[in-house]
Nanobody, 122 residues
Framework: QVHLVESGGGSVPAGGSVSLSCVAS????????MAWFRQAPGKEREFVGR????????YATDSMRGRFTISRDNAKDTMYLQMYSVKPEDTAVYYC???????????????WGQGTQVTVSS
């Protein structure tokens, strides 16, 4: 069993920056793919990006690739999401996930955190 806990987030003005962390505990997750998803009110959960154990990253869109940075510290069992130049449309609950498959579909991830709210004001 893997337990994921997100932290960070909060309210941030448009154009600002915000950092999220996801700490994993339980069984070893160093070889797991870890990912960030987000869900805005009334919308489906959306893939943001993923990172493999060796650091290879994939982002959902070019916009995210240019404004977001996903990283991980395997020694600390922690994944990070740094968001720059945030926009009101980035407002969502952000979730971290872990799994054995390098996927973009939420259904293919085995473990989830409880989520952390990011609100971007215009």
């Amino acid at each position: 069993q893997v337990h994921l806990v997100e932290s960070g987030g909060g309210s941030v003005p448009a154009g600002g920056s915000v950092s999220l962390s996801c700490v994993a505990s339980g069984r070893i997750v160093n070889d797991y793919v870890m990912a960030w998803f987000r869900q805005a009110p009334g919308k489906e959960r959306e893939f943001v990006g993923r990172i493999r154990w060796h650091g290879e990253t994939t982002y959902a869109t070019d916009s995210m690739r240019g404004r977001f940075t996903i990283s991980r510290d395997n020694a600390k069992d922690t994944m990070y999401l740094q968001m720059y130049s945030v926009k009101p449309e980035d407002t969502a609950v952000y979730y971290c996930a872990a799994g054995t498959l390098s996927a973009t579909a939420a259904s293919l991830y085995d473990y989830w955190g409880q989520g952390t709210q990011v609100t971007v004001s215009s």
